[in-house]
């Protein structure tokens, strides 16, 4: 839900604004770009110092400054724990998005935009009327590959959590359970159950994504 309803949209709509080259874009392309070009086990750290009240992060200071309360370690309690590891991913799950979109959109010819612009369409229309047509494909084929993972998705749990405070998901353990070494039959059966649920859900969302919009050669 959060990589289709959430991370999808959001770079989908950044990319748009920084193709359109807004003023500031290339400040805000290395700030969405940034988590590609740092290490996994360093950005978790880093969030993981954000969230701690005992080391004095700066969520925690703000959290502190806008509600007069003690700040919690949202990563260790179970009421903020998955809300956090959520935010996190969007963070870091838009740079890639962001580099896909953005390189589709810049093929997009120039010819026709310049039509639309002198046709009188606003941004808005532009967006959704013809760089969403246009670079379908792209986002169609995130869709699918998104799909995919539905009962593959761990995240950056191993780094953040453990897993621990209500943050486990199904992939996650399985990993402990075959980490573990403890009765590796039942977790491989889990896995292959969940295939077998999930493949008729990938197919049918790529029957879908195909009937959203004629592919455009250009």
Excluded: H
Excluded at 6 to 30: E, Q, T
Excluded at 56 to 76: C, D, E, R
């Amino acid at each position: 839900f959060t990589n289709v309803g959430v991370i999808l949209p959001i770079s989908f709509i950044f990319s748009y604004f920084l193709y359109k080259k807004i003023a500031g874009y290339k400040f805000f392309r290395v700030v969405f770009f940034a988590p590609n070009l740092i290490s996994a086990a360093v950005l978790a750290l880093l969030y993981k110092f954000m969230l701690n009240p005992s080391l004095g992060g700066t969520i925690t200071k703000l959290y502190t400054l806008f509600t007069g309360q003690a700040s919690p370690n949202f990563l260790m309690d179970e009421r903020y724990a998955m809300t956090a590891v959520v935010a996190y991913c969007i963070w870091t799950g838009l740079s890639v998005n962001l580099v896909l979109f953005n390189g589709a959109m810049e093929r997009v010819p120039t010819e026709i935009i310049e039509a639309v612009q002198l046709d009188g369409a606003g941004v808005w229309r532009e967006l959704f009327n013809i760089i969403l047509p246009m670079i379908w494909p792209t986002i169609s084929t995130l869709l699918v590959t998104t799909t995919s993972g539905l009962f593959m998705a761990s995240g950056p749990l191993l780094l953040l959590t453990g897993g621990a405070y209500g943050t486990n998901t199904i992939s996650f353990w399985i990993y402990q359970q075959v980490q573990a070494q403890v009765a590796p039959y039942y977790p491989a059966t889990v896995g292959f159950i969940f295939t077998l649920v999930g493949v008729p859900i990938v197919l049918g969302v790529k029957k879908l994504t195909e009937k959203v919009f004629t592919e455009v050669q250009y």
